[in-house]
C-alpha cells in the first residue's frame, strides 16, 4: 500500500514570491508521481508527472518538480508566482508497474496555496 | 475531445430523496473512478472500475450508495435515501488508454449536492 503526505494544508505567499509545495510519500515499491492542480469550482487537473529518467520534472505553468527517491519525495515548486496559481494541489502516487493493471492513485490532502497581492 | 462530462453540475434535493449523478468518461480509456470531496474528509475515493467491471467500492460509505457502468461510456452513482451527511463534490474521472500515459486521471467538472 502507498501513503502520500502533504505536510502543508495551506501555503500564504506573495505575488512574485518563490514556493515550494511539499509531497513525501511512503511505499514498498516503486511508483509513478503526480501533482494536480484544482482551481476553484473546477475539477483536478494535471499539472506534471513523474514516471522514470530525469528526476527534475517541468509541468505547465512554470512549475516543476524534483524526485528524491532517497528522501521520498517530490517537492513542487515555482520560482515566481501569480495571482492565477492560488489554487488546491494534490500530489498523488501509482504502483509502478501497476498492480494487476491497476492504476488506483493516492492521494494526499492537498495543500491551499494563496497568492496574496 | 470534450473530456469527462458529468451532470448534473449542482444538485439541491431533500433528505430521503433518490439522488443520480452521471459521468461520460473520455472515450477509450478503459478505467473510472467515482470521488467524493468534502472539506472535512479531502478526497476519497469511492468506486473504481476497468473495462466497465467494479474492482474496488470499498470506499462506498454504505448500501444507500450504488454505482454502475453499464457500457464504456457511461456511469451512474446512485444515493438512495439521501442524507445532509451526503453532501458534498462528486468527482468522476477516467484514465487508461492501453499502451497511453501511464495513470493520469482526467476530471470532471463536479457535481455539487446538497441534501438539505
Known amino acids: 500500500a502507498q501513503s502520500v503526505t502533504q505536510l502543508d494544508s495551506q501555503v500564504p505567499v506573495f505575488e512574485e514570491a518563490p514556493v515550494e509545495l511539499r509531497c513525501n510519500y511512503s511505499?514498498?515499491?516503486?511508483?509513478?508521481l503526480f501533482w494536480y492542480v484544482q482551481y476553484p469550482n473546477q475539477g483536478l487537473q494535471l499539472l506534471l508527472k513523474?514516471?522514470?529518467?530525469?528526476?527534475l520534472v517541468k509541468g505547465i505553468n512554470g512549475f516543476e518538480a524534483e524526485f528524491n527517491k532517497s528522501q521520498t519525495s517530490f517537492h513542487l515548486r515555482k520560482p515566481s508566482v501569480h495571482i492565477s496559481d492560488t489554487a488546491e494541489y494534490f500530489c498523488?502516487?501509482?504502483?509502478?508497474?501497476?498492480?494487476?493493471?491497476?492504476?488506483?492513485?493516492?492521494f494526499g490532502r492537498g495543500t491551499s496555496l494563496i497568492v496574496h497581492p | 475531445d470534450a473530456g469527462v462530462i458529468q451532470s448534473p453540475r449542482h444538485e439541491v434535493t431533500e433528505m430521503g430523496q433518490e439522488v443520480t449523478l452521471r459521468c461520460k468518461p473520455i472515450?477509450?480509456?478503459?478505467?473510472l473512478f467515482w470521488y467524493r470531496q468534502t472539506m472535512m474528509r479531502g478526497l476519497e475515493l469511492l468506486i473504481y472500475?476497468?473495462?466497465?467491471?467494479?474492482?474496488?467500492d470499498s470506499g462506498m460509505p454504505e448500501d444507500r450508495f450504488s454505482a454502475k457502468m453499464p457500457n464504456a461510456s457511461f456511469s451512474t452513482l446512485k444515493i438512495q435515501p439521501s442524507e445532509p451527511r451526503d453532501s458534498a463534490v462528486y468527482f468522476c474521472?477516467?484514465?487508461?488508454?492501453?499502451?497511453?500515459?501511464?495513470?493520469?486521471?482526467?476530471f470532471g467538472e463536479g457535481s455539487r449536492l446538497t441534501v438539505l
Open positions: 498523488a502516487v501509482i504502483p509502478s508497474p501497476p498492480s494487476g493493471g491497476s492504476y488506483i492513485p493516492t
Open positions: 472515450s477509450g480509456h478503459n478505467s
Open positions: 511505499s514498498s515499491v516503486s511508483v509513478y
Open positions: 513523474y514516471l522514470s529518467g530525469s528526476t
Open positions: 474521472a477516467s484514465s487508461g488508454i492501453p499502451g497511453g500515459p501511464a495513470g493520469e486521471l482526467f
Open positions: 472500475f476497468n473495462n466497465n467491471v467494479p474492482i474496488d
